[in-house]
């Protein structure tokens, strides 16, 4: 397709009409870009978890029917008035959590937590609450902003990255969010350090990156865990030193894990999204100085239950919104890295597929073959 900057495109996007439907490929007609917005042709989109708990009903405040997506990479199409960040050609990330660069939190160091965020307020319109997606006479919701199940979408300009020219649209995707979570999870959040003892629960793309983060931090042991073994040899691959799969013991796996390093971890991930699994990783780490990062998300409504004396005796809980990382000054930077071959997320890769397939992705995903 092409455009002017003043024309209406018709395109073809992946629709969730309603919760625990498959999602429905549809055409759907996309408005040209207002004022500090930006149109993008989506080149390569992952599928995330989040994604699939869109199309479960368990993300807060999520109108349907909607466009997921959140983890692309494309192409500038047009831009609105006032957009100075990126142009037309340009390749560019959208970001599921925006960095508008003005807000309290944006002028806080230690956050990356924009207000602009879905988490403040809801991002299922444009800002200026219109939606820029019809179809079938029916306006349809944004997500996250960035809707990348979509051949084309709009954001605002806070929520886009230019990239490398020469940057694989088709593997730097990934960086959108779940490279980027896994990864800064280990190097932002916990901030490991070199000789330190790490476990990681669960080993779907966002734990396989934060073995990444581990190994680069340098930590001399990375134990990966998950009840599917076939993913212990990428897990290695990456960097786990070990790997372990809970149903092949007896007793809980914090207790295993405390066996097994004397007197627990000094990091642990849950990457699951599992209110079990979480307790699970916060017993397991050092109980005088270790650290538990949260990154997977739990369903919606979620409780956790655990004894406060875990806490009192010096570990430390934190949770992990996108590695950390503030996303318009560092997903370009860890793109640049990619190219400069200081890792390797291609791995993390299992299936592509075409775009009429992503049901089919949907159900990889949920198999746990990916």
Not at 85 to 98: E, Q, R, T
Not at 159 to 188: E, H, M, Q, W
Not at 298 to 306: A, D, M, R, V, Y
Not at 318 to 327: D, N, S, V
Request: glycine content about 10%.
């Amino acid at each position: 397709a092409t455009s002017t900057p003043c024309s209406f495109l018709e395109i073809i996007a992946a629709v969730a009409w309603e919760v625990d439907k498959p999602l429905s490929i549809e055409e759907v007609e996309v408005a040209p870009p207002k004022a500090h917005e930006v149109r993008v042709k989506i080149v390569a989109t992952g599928i995330c978890g989040t994604d699939d708990h869109v199309l479960k009903g368990s993300i807060p405040n999520i109108d349907y029917p909607i466009i997921p997506g959140h983890e692309g990479a494309g192409i500038v199409e047009s831009i609105g008035e006032g957009v100075t960040c990126v142009k037309p050609g340009d390749k560019v990330i959208p970001l599921c959590l925006p960095q508008c660069g003005e807000c309290s939190f944006c002028l806080n160091p230690d956050t990356n937590c924009c207000l602009k965020t879905h988490l403040h307020e809801s991002q299922n319109l444009m800002p200026d609450k219109t939606s820029r997606f019809t179809c079938k006479g029916k306006a349809i919701h944004h997500f996250l902003w960035i809707s990348t199940f979509s051949e084309y979408t709009v954001m605002p300009d806070s929520a886009i990255a230019r990239i490398d020219d020469d940057a694989p649209l088709d593997k730097v995707c990934l960086f959108g969010c779940g490279f980027s979570t896994g990864y800064g999870a280990a190097i932002n959040t916990a901030k490991v350090k070199p000789g330190s003892t790490c476990a990681i629960f669960g080993l779907g793309g966002v734990g396989l990156s934060v073995v990444v983060g581990c190994k680069s931090a340098g930590a001399s042991r990375i134990i990966g865990i998950d009840i599917n073994k076939d993913k212990f040899t990428k897990a290695r691959e990456l960097g786990a030193t070990e790997c372990i799969n809970p149903q092949d013991f007896k007793k809980p796996i914090q207790e295993v894990l405390l066996e097994m390093t004397g007197h627990g971890v000094d990091y642990s991930f849950e990457v699951v999204g599992h209110t079990d699994t979480m307790v699970a990783a916060l017993v397991s780490c050092h109980m005088g100085s270790g650290t538990c990062v949260l990154v997977g998300t739990p369903p919606l409504g979620s409780q956790l239950s655990f004894d406060p004396l875990l806490l009192f005796t010096g570990r430390t809980w934190k949770g992990c919104l996108i590695g950390g990382w503030k996303t318009k000054d560092s997903i370009p930077k860890l793109v640049s890295g990619y190219m400069e071959k200081k890792f390797n997320p291609d791995v993390l890769i299992t299936h592509t597929l075409p775009f009429d397939k992503i049901n089919e992705g949907f159900e990889l995903l949920q198999s746990g073959k990916r």
